[in-house]
């Protein structure tokens, strides 16, 4: 995609009265503060999951009950797991959606730029209230991110309501954040910006943006019921009253599957972006990208029950989820030879986005293969509820979602603080963190082939080995990301000038503007030409 | 360059339905719970057994079978009652009468109000297993101290698939004084 730059380097609006200080932050309508909100509060959150998983990990270095209680091991994985999906993960690519969609598509700012600042001011609420409840008598969810019925109704702790309202917020942020991106994407595109002719990342997120609008709202329904079951004696899960416990899980994971993709094709879009600019080739397969990612948005809304195979369910249910599990394999499958190709014979630069994009690409297709085994009805049942699936779902949002948002700041911190960031700090923290996570994650697939169960503070002596290498990688990839922080504030406060293109190979209207990026960009809306 | 801007989009109609989608898919996720019931009814899944009596109809005893049916019984959540099957098994011929009993005593020194909640396992044979008369059809509410024999009428359809010849009916006692209490 050729274009003109225009005058978009100097678009600074006088006539805006610019509040400083904090309520520069707090009363933001521009795109580019809220996905910066949005990205430091991932950070933290990011850092107070990985604290709670430190506890958990030094807690599991040795047999035995060292550190904590098992009741409060049970608040620590539970708030870790909400904590990295809903507080790291997910407010993360929401971040990346508001600093570059707009950029991307030529458009001056996020359609509902009030709405925005909204979406992003509740999540601390939220996890306020989440966290909050660490400090009360009851203490924190203890009942697993999963909060299955009736561990969060009839034996709930006393935290359900504080953990039902926090996911309401979230819900609701999620919700109003999808809104704001699909009506960005299909109303404010620059002339001439067709569909297809969107970067990739537009167009993962714009398929991600479907799928929370339609799950978002059945979590929210499901937590409803969760409430009133708990504290005004409806009886959706109750079986004393006629409710189903399994029925739980059905809906929750109704959710819960397309919330896995809600985590992952965003992470596609990102590492599609940056493979062909360091390549310095065309990204292989575009529409194929569009196609597999929609029919793995599809394909994940009749593929729930694969979480449920131990629960008794009859054969012809075990196989028709276990077919259409298989079946994402395909659009997925499709997406990791489209990176190889874009790759083959390309004159490739190892720069810390594409070494971190490589890594998701190696490690995400180990997640995905194990994902595969775990499809598999008969071998679930060995598998269900194991360390493998720890080690499975870990590799594909640790090394999968949180390597791609990795290469993503690294590959537009350039364009967003003007600075290039520190090269050699930077290496550290990718050899760090690609060795440490491998020591963390993959003993976790012995470990879970060889019988420990997960969410459980003791374990056998046979484990004892690989659980005390588990520790010290999970303590080694913990810090690592110590270093991560070092090179952002570094990079923000100073460094190398970065030229509005720092890198040869990249394409899109984002390259066109200056670095860092003008508070206002694209207020004239720049003319997309055919190549 | 020219600071003509493309006429202003009405974001407005594409948030009503956007907003539509997301207030239906709220509805969707309640209207699962119906759903979830009618399909567990149609296919017979889950180990869910009718929850009203039926009749008795008469279609012939199939002597050439003999089925084992099993009956265990738990107390969720601690209720201090004795709960059991006075018999642990018994076989059956498919379509056959049967009338077997339980017996519970409410061991607590105040009334409480049992309610007892059937499953059949394997789970597709639930369709297959019909009671006639059932005390879980009732709520139990017991003296403290009080006993109780309670009955169940049960046959095994002809129709049950050939190659089940054990089934298992497992019944789950909970505590419902509460929720009478907060009705």
């Given at each position: 995609m050729t274009t003109d730059t225009l005058e978009n380097t100097e678009h600074h609006d006088?006539?805006?009265?610019?509040?400083?200080?904090?309520?520069?932050?707090?009363?933001?309508?521009?795109?580019?503060?809220?996905?910066?909100?949005?990205?430091?509060?991932?950070?933290?959150?990011?850092?107070?999951?990985?604290?709670?998983?430190?506890?958990?990990?030094?807690?599991?270095?040795?047999?035995?009950?060292?550190?904590?209680?098992?009741d409060f091991f049970n608040q620590l994985t539970t708030t870790h797991g909400l904590i990295m999906v809903f507080g790291a993960i997910m407010p993360a690519f929401t971040g990346f959606a508001n600093w570059m969609i707009p950029m991307m598509i030529g458009a001056p700012d996020m359609a509902l730029p009030r709405m925005n600042n909204w979406s992003f001011w509740i999540l601390p609420f939220a996890f306020g209230i989440l966290l909050s409840s660490f400090f009360m008598e009851s203490g924190a969810p203890n009942f697993g991110w999963t909060?299955?019925?009736?561990?969060?109704?009839?034996?709930?702790?006393?935290?359900?309501?504080?953990?039902?309202?926090?996911?309401?917020?979230?819900?609701?942020?999620?919700?109003?954040?999808?809104?704001?991106?699909?009506?960005?994407?299909?109303?404010?595109?620059?002339?001439?910006?067709?569909y297809m002719k969107m970067p990739l990342?537009?167009?993962?997120?714009?398929?991600?943006?479907?799928?929370?609008?339609?799950?978002?709202?059945?979590?929210?329904?499901?937590?409803?019921?969760?409430?009133?079951?708990?504290?005004?004696?409806?009886?959706?899960?109750?079986?004393?009253?006629?409710?189903?416990?399994?029925?739980?899980?059905?809906?929750?994971?109704?959710?819960?599957?397309?919330?896995?993709?809600?985590?992952?094709?965003?992470?596609?879009?990102?590492?599609?972006?940056?493979?062909?600019?360091?390549?310095?080739?065309?990204?292989?397969g575009y529409s194929s990208m569009v196609y597999a990612t929609a029919s793995i948005a599809l394909l994940s809304f009749i593929v729930w029950a694969h979480h449920m195979f131990t629960t008794g369910m009859p054969l012809f249910g075990e196989l028709f989820f276990m077919y259409c599990t298989m079946l994402i394999a395909v659009p997925t499958g499709v997406k990791v030879f489209n990176w190889v190709a874009t790759m083959w014979k390309g004159s490739l630069s190892f720069e810390i986005p594409m070494l971190f994009s490589i890594a998701f690409v190696i490690l995400f297709t180990i997640g995905g293969f194990s994902g595969l085994m775990l499809a598999l009805t008969p071998v679930d049942f060995q598998y269900h509820d194991t360390y493998f699936v720890v080690a499975?779902?870990?590799?594909?949002?640790?090394?999968?979602?949180?390597?791609?948002?990795?290469?993503?700041?690294?590959?537009?911190?350039?364009?967003?603080?003007?600075?290039?960031?520190?090269?050699?700090?930077?290496?550290?923290?990718?050899?760090?963190?690609?060795?440490?996570?491998?020591?963390?994650?993959?003993?976790?697939?012995f470990l879970g082939l060889a019988g420990m169960p997960r969410r459980i503070p003791d374990y056998a002596l046979q484990f004892a080995d690989f659980n005390k290498w588990v520790s010290i990688g999970g303590f080694a990839f913990g810090l690592s990301q110590l270093i991560f922080l070092a090179v952002v504030i570094k990079c923000i406060k100073g460094g190398e000038k970065a030229a509005d293109k720092p890198w040869d190979g990249a394409q899109g209207l984002e390259w066109t503007v200056a670095s860092p990026a003008p508070y206002h960009t694209f207020s004239t809306p720049p003319a997309i030409k055919d190549e | 360059m020219t600071s003509e801007t493309p006429a202003p989009v009405n974001h407005k109609a594409t948030v009503k339905k956007l907003m539509l989608v997301v207030v239906s898919m709220f509805g969707f996720g309640f209207a699962l719970v119906p759903l979830y019931d009618v399909f567990c009814d149609i296919t017979g899944?889950?180990?869910?057994?009718?929850?009203?009596?039926?009749?008795?109809?008469?279609?012939?005893?199939?002597?050439?079978?003999?089925?084992?049916?099993?009956?265990?019984?738990?107390?969720?959540?601690?209720?201090?009652?004795?709960?059991?099957?006075?018999?642990?098994?018994?076989?059956?011929?498919?379509?056959?009468?049967?009338?077997?009993?339980?017996?519970?005593?409410?061991?607590?020194?105040?009334?409480?109000?049992?309610?007892?909640?059937?499953?059949?396992?394997?789970?597709?044979?639930?369709g297959y297993f019909q009671k006639i008369e059932c005390f879980c059809f009732e709520r139990q509410p017991l003296q403290?101290?009080?006993?109780?024999?309670?009955?169940?009428?049960?046959?095994?359809d002809v129709e049950l698939p050939k190659d089940i010849s054990t089934l298992t009916l497992s019944y789950t006692l909970y505590d419902i004084s509460e929720k009478i209490a907060s009705l």
């Open positions: 006088e006539h805006h009265d610019q509040p400083t200080g904090i309520k520069r932050w707090l009363f933001t309508t521009n795109h580019k503060d809220i996905g910066t909100l949005y990205l430091w509060f991932s950070f933290i959150m990011l850092l107070i999951g990985g604290a709670l998983a430190m506890v958990i990990r030094a807690e599991l270095f040795q047999p035995g009950l060292q550190i904590v209680e098992p909060f299955y019925a009736p561990l969060s109704t009839t034996y709930s702790n006393g935290s359900t309501a504080f953990f039902v309202f926090a996911v309401h917020i979230m819900g609701i942020s999620s919700i109003m954040g999808a809104i704001n991106v699909i009506v960005t994407i299909m109303n404010m595109r620059a002339p001439g910006m067709t990342f537009v167009w993962t997120f714009f398929i991600t943006a479907y799928l929370l609008i339609a799950v978002m709202p059945v979590l929210a329904g499901v937590v409803t019921m969760l409430l009133t079951d708990t504290y005004f004696g409806t009886s959706f899960f109750d079986a004393a009253g006629g409710g189903d416990p399994v029925m739980f899980q059905h809906i929750f994971w109704f959710f819960g599957h397309p919330e896995v993709y809600i985590m992952i094709l965003p992470a596609f879009g990102i590492v599609s972006t940056i493979i062909p600019a360091f390549a310095r080739k065309k990204l292989f499975h779902f870990h590799y594909v949002l640790v090394t999968g979602s949180l390597f791609s948002i990795f290469a993503g700041t690294y590959y537009w911190l350039p364009k967003w603080t003007g600075h290039m960031y520190n090269q050699s700090l930077a290496h550290w923290h990718f050899w760090c963190s690609v060795i440490s996570v491998n020591l963390l994650f993959f003993p976790m697939h | 899944l889950n180990g869910k057994t009718n929850d009203e009596a039926v009749e008795y109809t008469a279609d012939g005893i199939d002597t050439s079978r003999t089925v084992t049916v099993q009956f265990i019984t738990h107390n969720a959540k601690q209720i201090p009652w004795k709960f059991k099957p006075l018999v642990q098994h018994i076989k059956v011929h498919p379509g056959e009468q049967k009338v077997v009993k339980f017996y519970a005593k409410n061991q607590a020194s105040e009334p409480i109000v049992g309610q007892a909640v059937p499953s059949v396992s394997p789970g597709i044979a639930a403290a101290n009080e006993e109780v024999e309670m009955a169940l009428q049960f046959y095994v």
